[in-house]
């Protein structure tokens, strides 16, 4: 009896739990990479070593409302003007908003670069040659799925 009502309680709370994904990085470039993590204020510097997986569930900054991964091929970029990628996001309700750009240049240009999100049937942004194109586009998705950036990707 009391077993099987800790069951239900835990079974009641696990889609709680469960709904909110991921913004995740994943490195494929054959160097390392930097990011930061940029809401109300900016996170630490984060490296990522070829083959790396970075990630941080989807949060709400109650200052700045979005978010933004900022990626350099230096250490220090985000600081010294270098060409960053930014992947931003925006977590509304059961929505997460997405897009994907390029600032001071195109760091990753002559790679594919996918921002492609777990559920399959939302849309992604995949720059085959690693160029921004004009303008960002803002795609959206539930927000219980995972948004994958992958630096390198091979193709889109
Ligand atoms: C979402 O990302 C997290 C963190 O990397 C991972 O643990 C989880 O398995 C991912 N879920 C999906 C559906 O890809």
């Known amino acids: 009896m009391y077993a099987s009502t800790i069951a239900v309680s835990l079974a009641a709370l696990t889609p709680l739990a ?3 994904g991921s913004a995740v990085v994943v490195n494929k470039c054959a160097d390392t990479v930097y990011l930061w993590s940029v809401g109300g204020s900016v996170g630490p510097e984060q490296t990522l070593a070829s083959g790396d997986e970075w990630s941080e569930e989807f949060y ?3 200052t700045s409302g979005g978010v933004t991964i900022k990626i350099t091929r230096g250490s220090d970029g985000l600081y010294d003007g270098s060409a960053q990628t930014d992947f931003a996001y925006t977590l509304d309700g059961d929505t997460i908003w997405y897009d ?3 600032v001071f240049g195109d760091p990753f240009s002559g790679h594919a670069v ?3 999100p777990s559920d399959t049937s939302c849309p992604s942004n995949c720059w085959s040659d690693g160029v921004s194109p004009a ?3 803002t795609l959206d ?3 219980d799925s995972n948004v994958t950036l992958t630096l390198c990707a091979g193709s889109c």
Do not use: I, R
């Open 60 to 62: 709400y900054d109650s």
């Open 135 to 137: 303008g960002s586009q």
């Open 100 to 102: 994907l750009s390029d």
């Open 18 to 20: 469960a709904a909110v």
């Open 141 to 143: 998705c539930q927000a």
């Open 114 to 116: 996918l921002q492609a």
